[in-house]
């Protein structure tokens, strides 16, 4: 397969149908196309990606199959499949075994380049109705963290029979302990003192024997003795500068957060273009390029490491309270070789410390977890070159109700946020019936680890954001809102309540929609702004 090659001319149709909104008619000149240039791989990309477009994942998943078949033996072409092939097949809940699906998600899972945790819930479900011997499952427990609630139990099951058995030789030994390694052990514990490798169970000291299937697990935990040889070696421009940022620091020192696996599949851009793009940008007033980019609390550095590799004309300089997180971000920037990233510790309070000015900063989830969110964005204001943007994001309030109900529950029962606490919390979510407000708490990815359900539930200080009080936020800071990121189904919510011309940068209408639909933002409500020159 060839996709550099000219495009035919029954592609350039299709796409003059899709665009017009014919799509019936865009998807027969796709499949016409495929027939006629069966090793055109855009034309099976463009074919399949209309198809789940229209629901139809089915077709979508034949085509490509289709074009993986084809692209036999032309590694590039076959790793530009498998990232649609995995986007496709995340979206997919089979209520039966499929071994072709099996086969699918195991193929995906073995390319180390793809994140493989979207991959964890239909590997979840084609599971629970396989045996033991299906060759996902080793995949599965080496590359994802469970997220799904039956198969917690089935994994626990597997677990305690292993232990009742002492078989050191069953096959999915080395996984299974890797996996509850992966999860932080957040599963509860089998009560019993264990011996030998059997003991990678449930994370009590083992000695793994020196063999290729423990190998994975032996480097993960080799990892965390580079991380923190990494963490003595990092700079500190300030310490915490109050109660809260110290108390915050403590808990992300116990359990960074998030421990990802793969990197983001970052699209190479001029980042700059990205910023003129905004709709209420001021172009003219922004900065000239190279662009100076500051993460202003950085945790783990996925978002850093995004940006980074995004364009590599930028110098990012990436913050956090953190050195246990930072020693994980830098550690995997090591890996990929940045050269335009660097790390410091310190708060994000006391950025003039830095002697420094950006061009832009990114605060993702930081300005909710301080004492005072309005200085620390006055903070972050205050380092901004004229012309410069923040791009900011923020807890809604109306999507973290069944947290705020979580905080009311462990503060009745007195659950702490160590190991012990965040394991009663959860067997009493797990326990609850599905019309509870609280089991919504099952359908995050970070209830299934020790470090995310903390994060998730046992924060030491957060806050909720309502849309009137992101305006006073904004305004409070001298800044002018110039980008508002909303997912697809929230975009589409937006114009079915007010129009396609509407503002989107009007709040009050974004409120109105949130209104409608409570958990429109539950992972947080992303937005940009502009300092006036």
Same mark, same amino acid.
């Given at each position: 397969?060839?996709?550099?090659?000219?495009?035919?001319?029954?592609?350039?149709?299709?796409?003059?149908?899709?665009?017009?909104?014919?799509?019936?008619?865009?998807?027969?000149?796709?499949?016409?196309?495929?027939?006629?240039?069966?090793?055109?791989?855009?034309?099976?990309?463009?074919?399949?990606?209309?198809?789940?477009?229209?629901?139809? =994942? !089915?077709?979508?998943?034949?085509?490509?199959?289709?074009? +993986? @078949?084809?692209?036999? #033996?032309?590694? *590039?072409?076959? %790793? /530009?499949?498998?990232?649609?092939?995995?986007?496709?097949?995340?979206?997919?809940?089979?209520?039966?075994?499929?071994?072709?699906?099996?086969?699918?998600?195991?193929?995906?899972?073995?390319?180390?380049?793809?994140?493989?945790?979207?991959?964890?819930?239909?590997?979840?479900?084609?599971?629970?109705?396989?045996?033991?011997?299906?060759?996902?499952?080793?995949?599965?427990?080496?590359?994802?963290?469970?997220?799904?609630?039956?198969?917690?139990?089935?994994?626990?099951?597997?677990?305690?029979?292993?232990?009742?058995?002492?078989?050191?030789?069953?096959?999915?030994?080395?996984?299974?302990?890797?996996?509850?390694?992966?999860?932080?052990?957040?599963?509860?514990?089998?009560?019993?003192?264990?011996?030998?490798?059997?003991?990678?169970?449930?994370?009590?000291? =083992? !000695?793994?024997?020196?063999?290729?299937?423990?190998?994975? +697990? @032996?480097?993960?935990? #080799?990892?965390? *003795?580079?991380? %923190? /040889?990494?963490?003595?070696?990092?700079?500190?421009?300030?310490?915490?500068?109050?109660?809260?940022?110290?108390?915050?620091?403590?808990?992300?020192?116990?359990?960074?957060?998030?421990?990802?696996?793969?990197?983001?599949?970052?699209?190479?851009?001029?980042?700059?273009?990205?910023?003129?793009?905004?709709?209420?940008?001021?172009?003219?007033?922004?900065?000239?390029?190279?662009?100076?980019?500051?993460?202003?609390?950085?945790?783990?550095?996925?978002?850093?490491?995004?940006?980074?590799?995004?364009?590599?004309?930028?110098?990012?300089?990436?913050?956090?309270?953190?050195?246990?997180?930072?020693?994980?971000?830098?550690?995997?920037?090591?890996?990929?070789?940045?050269?335009?990233?660097?790390?410091?510790?310190?708060?994000?309070?006391?950025?003039?410390?830095?002697?420094?000015?950006?061009?832009?900063?990114?605060?993702?989830?930081?300005?909710?977890?301080?004492?005072?969110?309005?200085?620390?964005? /006055?903070?972050?204001?205050?380092?901004?070159?004229?012309?410069?943007?923040?791009?900011?994001?923020?807890?809604?309030?109306?999507?973290?109700?069944?947290?705020?109900?979580?905080?009311?529950?462990?503060?009745?029962?007195?659950?702490?946020?160590?190991?012990?606490?965040?394991?009663?919390?959860?067997?009493?979510?797990?326990?609850?019936?599905?019309?509870?407000?609280?089991?919504?708490?099952?359908?995050?990815?970070?209830?299934?680890?020790?470090?995310?359900?903390?994060?998730?539930?046992?924060?030491?200080?957060?806050?909720?954001?309502?849309?009137?009080?992101?305006?006073?936020?904004?305004?409070?800071?001298?800044?002018?809102?110039?980008?508002?990121?909303?997912?697809?189904?929230?975009?589409?919510?937006?114009?079915?309540?007010?129009?396609?011309?509407?503002?989107?940068?009007?709040?009050?209408?974004?409120?109105?929609?949130?209104?409608?639909?409570?958990?429109?933002?539950?992972?947080?409500?992303?937005?940009?702004?502009?300092?006036?020159?």
């Amino acid at each position: 397969m060839d996709p550099m090659r000219a495009a035919p001319e029954l592609f350039l149709l299709a796409q003059q149908h899709a665009r017009a909104g014919r799509l019936g008619a865009a998807r027969a000149a796709y499949a016409r196309n495929i027939e006629a240039h069966p090793d055109f791989l855009p034309g099976y990309l463009a074919l399949s990606g209309l198809a789940a477009h229209q629901g139809d =994942a !089915a077709a979508a998943l034949h085509v490509l199959r289709s074009a +993986l @078949a084809r692209a036999e #033996g032309n590694a *590039a072409a076959r %790793h /530009a499949i498998r990232r649609p092939l995995a986007d496709l097949l995340a979206t997919l809940r089979p209520a039966a075994y499929d071994a072709g699906l099996a086969d699918d998600v195991r193929g995906c899972l073995a390319g180390e380049e793809l994140d493989p945790q979207p991959l964890a819930g239909v590997a979840a479900r084609l599971l629970l109705h396989a045996g033991d011997t299906e060759p996902l499952w080793i995949a599965f427990l080496t590359r994802c963290i469970n997220a799904d609630p039956a198969m917690e139990a089935r994994l626990i099951a597997m677990r305690d029979a292993l232990i009742r058995s002492g078989d050191m030789g069953a096959p999915l030994l080395p996984a299974l302990a890797l996996h509850g390694f992966a999860s932080q052990y957040v599963w509860s514990e089998p009560g019993i003192p264990l011996e030998g490798p059997m003991a990678a169970l449930a994370g009590q000291p =083992a !000695a793994l024997p020196d063999d290729p299937a423990w190998r994975p +697990l @032996a480097q993960r935990m #080799g990892e965390l *003795a580079v991380e %923190h /040889a990494i963490a003595a070696t990092i700079p500190c421009f300030a310490p915490p500068a109050d109660g809260v940022s110290d108390a915050v620091r403590r808990q992300y020192e116990e359990h960074p957060y998030p421990r990802w696996q793969a990197p983001p599949a970052s699209r190479r851009t001029d980042f700059r273009r990205i910023l003129e793009g905004l709709p209420g940008i001021d172009r003219p007033a922004l900065p000239a390029a190279p662009l100076r980019l500051l993460i202003a609390g950085c945790g783990t550095g996925y978002e850093a490491i995004d940006m980074a590799r995004m364009d590599s004309g930028l110098s990012v300089t990436a913050i956090d309270l953190s050195r246990a997180s930072l020693a994980f971000a830098r550690r995997k920037a090591e890996a990929l070789a940045l050269a335009n990233l660097r790390f410091l510790q310190g708060d994000l309070l006391a950025l003039a410390a830095l002697g420094e000015t950006f061009d832009m900063a990114a605060s993702t989830g930081v300005l909710h977890h301080m004492a005072d969110p309005d200085m620390g964005l /006055a903070s972050i204001t205050e380092v901004l070159r004229p012309g410069g943007v923040v791009r900011l994001a923020v807890y809604s309030h109306r999507a973290r109700a069944p947290v705020r109900a979580a905080h009311a529950l462990i503060a009745e029962r007195g659950w702490q946020g160590d190991a012990a606490g965040i394991r009663a919390f959860r067997a009493h979510i797990l326990s609850l019936p599905d019309e509870d407000p609280r089991a919504m708490l099952r359908e995050s990815q970070d209830f299934y680890s020790l470090s995310g359900c903390r994060d998730l539930a046992f924060h030491v200080h957060e806050r909720h954001y309502r849309f009137p009080e992101i305006a006073a936020l904004v305004a409070g800071a001298g800044l002018r809102l110039v980008g508002f990121d909303a997912t697809p189904e929230a975009a589409a919510r937006f114009c079915a309540t007010h129009g396609a011309d509407a503002d989107p940068l009007d709040l009050d209408l974004w409120d109105a929609v949130e209104a409608e639909h409570p958990f429109l933002f539950a992972g947080m409500i992303h937005f940009w702004c502009q300092k006036p020159r």
